[in-house]
């Protein structure tokens, strides 16, 4: 079920990240609740943390097969998709998601906590349910160097792909065409997340590790 727009979750938190198509579960995940104002949620993931992910996108994870990653985009085009396990390795990754907005900023830390790279992820504003928050990652995305000194656009192939089966439409298209603009002006000018404190920021090794409850997967779509 879908929750009013300015409920808040209490840091320290677990919130579940799901990646949500049809009304089905394509990814889930649980993340620490940094900090909910209604306006900015900050959440953390690192290593060890259990997530689902589509089968053929874990294969493509493990073996670095690219006809895996066609092989989950075809599925998802399909609504055809098996879930599995994946364990979340080597970076911490602290997100930031703003309502109303097709992408989320991300920071990726190594395991000496030294920033390794922004992330501008491209994907449907999130939509609040009772376990978490639902979006959909929408394949495009953005590397930033850790100094936000330049740029370089990803998986632009995977987005036309995306277009071609009909998984991004028209309407979806023309959000992230502006939503491309807007990040780059953010980056440029070092405003919103890209100007706070956030390189900075240190997970702390005493926290629990957040898991899934159990209707994660059954919690009606909040998209």
Do not use: C
């Not at 879908?2 to 409920?7: D, G, H, K, Q, Y």
């Not at 992820?121 to 953005?142: E, K, W």
């Not at 995306?162 to 405003?191: K, N, P, S, Y």
């Amino acid at each position: 079920m879908t929750v009013s727009a300015t409920a808040r979750f209490p840091g320290g938190a677990t919130a579940i990240r799901r990646d949500t198509f049809d009304g089905g579960v394509w990814t889930a995940s649980p993340h620490r609740v940094l900090h909910d104002s209604g306006h900015e949620l900050a959440l953390a993931y690192w290593p060890g943390i259990q997530s689902f992910a589509p089968t053929t996108w874990i294969d493509w994870l493990r073996t670095g097969d690219p006809t895996a990653r066609d092989a989950a985009i075809t599925s998802l085009a399909a609504r055809r998709w098996d879930l599995g396990h994946w364990t979340w390795r080597e970076t911490t990754w602290l997100s930031i998601l703003t309502p109303e907005s097709f992408f989320s900023v991300n920071l990726f830390f190594d395991h000496d906590h030294r920033l390794n790279r922004w992330y501008v992820n491209f994907q449907r504003p999130y939509a609040r349910t009772s376990i978490g928050v639902d979006t959909f990652d929408l394949f495009l995305d953005l590397v930033v160097a850790p100094d936000l000194s330049s740029y370089t656009w990803k998986d632009e192939d995977e987005y036309r792909h995306g277009r071609r089966l009909g998984i991004v439409d028209d309407g979806t298209h023309q959000h992230v065409q502006r939503a491309r603009e807007e990040a780059v002006a953010m980056i440029e000018g070092r405003r919103g997340a890209f100007g706070a404190p956030w390189a900075d920021w240190r997970a702390d090794a005493s926290w629990p590790v957040p898991v899934l409850p159990v209707d994660a997967m059954t919690v009606p779509a909040g998209l």
